[in-house]
């Protein structure tokens, strides 16, 4: 079955700290994979995403990185936080091979104090 | 930016239709219509898509009127807790992208 990890479900960091996180999935291989920050009562931002290992495409140019290190596992990274990158971050899924439908995870909540 | 236009907010009486629309007049020929519905603090649900034809599923239906340029969200018998942000987003066959707009909040009223 398909299933999406996230970890940790909840992170407060001080700002200039660094950060990251994890997404984890489980189903086909080669999945397609991506980042999106929802800030306090505002919509989904896409960050980023990922169509194999090592390929990662940026869509918001900010302080915050992604890699691909295995075909179904994606990272979040900050070297340095901000206040305004708390949000709630959530990882999706498009299992290649079974129809172009996004699946999401269920998201780390991130303060930044 | 997202190529879909939705109100900010809707209520319906539990145990009535909620019918929620969507804006996408710039839509291509290839691009199909997703619903997404996020409840809060959890991550967004699909519930269902479409090309150009009408769609059902156990969860809801999916209107498109014949020119592709809106379509409509149809939840049967609204319950409590169907109360959530309905998002509708546009994506082309063969893109990586699924841009979402801020959706319509969704109140299901006892």
């Known amino acids: 079955s398909q299933t999406i990890h996230q970890w940790p479900a909840t992170l407060v960091q001080p700002v200039g700290s660094p950060l990251s996180l994890e997404c984890t999935v489980e189903g086909t291989s080669n999945p397609n994979l991506y980042w999106y920050r929802q800030a306090a009562g505002r919509g989904l931002q896409l960050l980023f995403y990922s169509v194999g290992i090592g390929q990662i495409s940026s869509e918001v140019p900010q302080n915050l990185s992604a890699s691909r290190p295995q075909d179904r596992q994606f990272i979040l990274s900050s070297k340095k936080l901000l206040l305004s990158d708390s949000g709630f971050y959530l990882c999706?899924?498009?299992?290649?091979?079974?129809?172009?439908?996004?699946?999401f995870g269920p998201g780390t909540r991130l303060t930044v104090l | 930016d997202a190529k879909t236009t939705q109100p900010t907010s809707m209520d319906c009486a539990e145990g009535r239709a909620a019918n929620l629309p969507c804006n996408h007049s710039t839509i291509s020929g290839n691009e199909y219509v997703y619903w997404y519905r996020q409840i809060h603090s959890q991550g967004p649900q699909y519930i269902i898509h479409g090309l150009k034809n009408n769609e059902t599923n156990e969860m809801a239906s999916l209107i498109i009127t014949e020119d592709r340029k809106s379509s409509t969200l149809i939840l049967p018998h609204a319950t409590l807790r169907d109360t959530a942000v309905y998002y509708c987003i546009v994506r082309a066959t063969g893109t990586y992208k699924y841009i979402f707009g801020t959706g319509t909040r969704l109140k299901v009223l006892a």
């Open positions: 999706a899924c498009v299992w290649t091979g079974i129809g172009d439908t996004q699946y």
